[in-house]
Nanobody, 125 residues
Framework: QVQLVESGGGLVQAGGSLRLSCTAS????????MAWFRQAPGKEREFVAA????????DHADSVKDRFTISRDNAKNTVYLQMSSPKTEDTAVYYC??????????????????WGQGTQVTVSS
């Protein structure tokens, strides 16, 4: 199995920056695509960004394009979400997710089998 632990959440002012980290343990990191999802109160879990380990391509939701960037550090088994110019509507619990390269095709949460505990991000104005 894969265990995921997020860190880096907290309070950030609108227009500032924040970097979330997700460290994986268990099965080889390279066997999984990684993604970030978020869930705000009263809303369903929403796709934020994903990174494909095989070709290093990334996918970002329209709501965060040009503001958030997903990246990875294979040596540290860690995936990051760099949040630049966050907005108040970005406030949510952010979850790291891992899915088998044999399963993940798109942005659906149910394609990802492993999830972190979530880290709260609150953007203040």
């Amino acid at each position: 199995q894969v265990q995921l632990v997020e860190s880096g959440g907290g309070l950030v002012q609108a227009g500032g920056s924040l970097r979330l980290s997700c460290t994986a343990s268990g099965r080889p990191f390279s066997s999984y695509h990684m993604a970030w999802f978020r869930q705000a109160p009263g809303k369903e879990r929403e796709f934020v960004a994903a990174i494909n380990w095989s070709d290093r391509r990334t996918d970002h939701a329209d709501s965060v394009k040009d503001r958030f960037t997903i990246s990875r550090d294979n040596a540290k088994n860690t995936v990051y979400l760099q949040m630049s110019s966050p907005k108040t509507e970005d406030t949510a619990v952010y979850y790291c997710a891992a899915g088998s390269v044999l399963v993940v095709r798109g942005r659906a949460p149910n394609e990802y089998n492993y999830w972190g505990q979530g880290t709260q991000v609150t953007v203040s104005s």
